[in-house]
């Protein structure tokens, strides 16, 4: 992680799936892949993605704990070549949280309370986020990503958000 660029405020929450290795749940692999600490040789998989600079403000696993890597005001290494509404490089302008899983696999509902909760405190935080702009790595790296996937429930998510924030007058 870094600072963002100068004038840049977090604008975008971007809602990713991880699971290392692939399909595989627990372990410590998410955090050292985070921290820079993922060893190539603890699993075939690894040898692609070891060197990989990447990193999420948070991640929440399956049993909905949640783990901060970066504060929400740096920037992450969570988006790569991404486009959002014409603006590139997401990573500049968003929050980036994980949540471990695949695209096919339902996520569970300790996740869904965690991340809608999340969601309601950083729009509270941030008055430059807003729930119109809360969107899949799919929706702004489209034919390169597919997280969170099909197995991700969108209107669970939203009605829980729907239920813990409720927006105050901006000025």
């Known amino acids: 992680c870094d600072a ?3 004038g840049t405020v977090p604008e975008l ?3 990713h799936g991880i699971s290392l290795p692939p399909g595989e749940f627990g372990g410590p692999w998410i955090d050292r892949l985070f921290t820079g600490t993922l060893s ?5 998989y690894f ?3 070891a060197a990989t600079r990447v990193s999420a403000h948070a991640l929440i696993r399956r049993d909905g704990a949640i783990v901060q890597y970066v504060p929400f005001g740096e920037r992450a290494w969570h988006a790569g070549a991404s486009q959002y509404r014409g603006r590139e490089s997401c990573n500049d302008f968003s929050i980036g949280v994980e949540l471990e899983g695949t695209d ?3 996520y569970a509902e300790a996740q869904y309370q965690q991340l809608a909760a999340l969601a309601a405190a950083l729009l509270a935080a941030y008055a430059s986020l807003s729930s119109e702009h809360i969107v899949g790595h799919s929706d702004i790296a489209p034919g390169r990503k597919t997280d969170p996937g099909a197995a991700f429930d ?3 998510f939203r ?3 729907k239920e813990r924030y409720v927006p105050l007058p901006r000025s």
Not at 40 to 44: Q, V
């Open 4 to 6: 963002r660029p100068a």
């Open 47 to 49: 040898r692609e993605i």
């Open 104 to 106: 096919d696999t339902p």
């Open 159 to 161: 009605a829980l958000l």
């Open 13 to 15: 929450l971007v809602v």
């Open 154 to 156: 969108w209107p669970r």
């Open 40 to 44: 190539p040789e603890a699993h075939p």
